[in-house]
């Protein structure tokens, strides 16, 4: 069957301008996981969805940063008025249920001008 | 807090030469443990893992062994090859409310013909 996807591939943007990234898991995963990977660093974590349980928000980096989940499936990463700083490669995850293996999708590549 | 840490690279071996890169955590629970890697263009996968102490997890040449006294994951390769260059990502996941994931910061590896 088909993997997580991710859409777009590559972002680009001026400073100040809104974007969403989007997050298609593999069908029947109850677990969603967004993550920040910039150049050279590690994989930081952002938010966890679990099936219908309130989202785990505690790695969002600012108020600029939401998610949500519609429908228990595709996945929506909003970062508003974008800075710099938050260019980085975006990963979302999926998994059957927590604490089983994680399938990562391809990534969003943003970058803000 | 929970954390993992890991050696950094960039590690570079000959081909057929023995591969360790290390990786030590805390907890305050009782983690399952992971490693994944992540070939270059490509998106991350898991490699192996363990879910408690003393098990082998093993794919591919590689192995790691669950060290709960040591609190250690070392992940090993007795002879590694030019397609084996990549990064690596240690991590852990624990059940602290929400089954986070806590990646390492990754080490990258070259094997050199």
């Known amino acids: 069957g088909a993997g997580v996807s991710q859409s777009p591939s590559n972002k680009v943007t001026e400073k100040g301008k809104d974007v969403e990234l989007r997050c298609d898991p593999i069908?029947?995963?109850?677990?969603l996981y967004w993550y920040r990977q910039s150049l050279g660093q590690g994989l930081e974590f952002l938010i966890y969805?679990?099936?219908?349980?309130?989202?785990?928000k505690s790695g969002l980096p600012s108020d600029r940063f939401s998610a949500e989940r519609t429908g228990g499936s595709v996945s929506t990463l909003t970062i508003q008025r974008t800075q710099q700083e938050d260019s980085a490669v975006y990963l979302c995850?999926?998994?059957?249920?927590?604490?089983?293996?994680?399938?990562f999708g391809p990534g969003t590549r943003l970058t803000v001008l | 807090g929970d954390s993992v840490t890991q050696m950094e690279g960039p590690v570079t071996l000959s081909e057929e030469a023995f591969l360790t890169i290390n990786c030590t955590y805390t907890?305050?629970?009782?983690?399952?443990l992971f490693w994944y890697v992540q070939y270059p263009g490509e998106g991350l996968q898991l490699l192996l893992k363990a879910t408690k102490a003393d098990d082998k997890g093993s794919n591919k040449g590689f192995e790691a062994t669950y060290r709960k006294e040591t609190t250690s994951f070392h992940l090993e390769k007795g002879s590694v090859q030019v397609s084996d260059s990549a990064v690596y990502f240690c991590a852990l996941s624990v059940n602290s409310g929400t089954y986070k994931y806590i990646f390492g910061t990754g080490t990258r590896l070259k094997v050199l013909a």
């Open positions: 069908s029947g995963h109850t677990a």
């Open positions: 995850a999926s998994s059957l249920r927590a604490n089983n293996e994680q399938f």
């Open positions: 969805f679990q099936g219908n349980s309130a989202p785990d």
């Open positions: 907890a305050t629970g009782y983690p399952s």
